[in-house]
Nanobody
Framework: QVRLVESGGGLVQAGGSLRLSCAAS????????WGWFRQAPGKERQFVAT????????DYADSVKGRFTISRDNAKNTVYLQMNSLKPEDTAVYYC?????????????????WGQGTQVTVSS
């Protein structure tokens, strides 16, 4: 079965860093594009970052640009989100997602596979 498992979330103080991981199993995702999305309490899920099949193209939400970095390791079937200079407004449940089309996408409806989500809480 296809499965995406996220890890790395937790509680961190403002200004700190976290590294999220999302490991896929059940099939090879080396030709897929990856995305990260987040959902804060009472708000709709929003786009965070995306990376194409080769890792050569990325895109970020303006709110995280310069602070977050998305990367992938196709040999490990894993995507990462390095989060630096965290702010309280980054507090949310973070989801990884994958889609068979290999190019980047900011639209959540284009992603076919989703992880369970991991909580990130940033205290002030």
């Amino acid at each position: 079965q296809v499965r995406l498992v996220e890890s790395g979330g937790g509680l961190v103080q403002a200004g700190g860093s976290l590294r999220l991981s999302c490991a896929a199993s059940g099939r090879t995702f080396s030709s897929y594009a990856w995305g990260w999305f987040r959902q804060a309490p009472g708000k709709e899920r929003q786009f965070v970052a995306t990376i194409n099949w080769s890792g050569g193209s990325t895109d970020y939400a303006d709110s995280v640009k310069g602070r977050f970095t998305i990367s992938r390791d196709n040999a490990k079937n894993t995507v990462y989100l390095q989060m630096n200079s965290l702010k309280p407004e980054d507090t949310a449940v973070y989801y990884c997602a994958a889609r068979p089309a290999g190019y980047t996408s900011t639209y959540e409806e284009t992603y076919a596979y989703w992880g369970q989500g991991t909580q990130v809480t940033v205290s002030s």
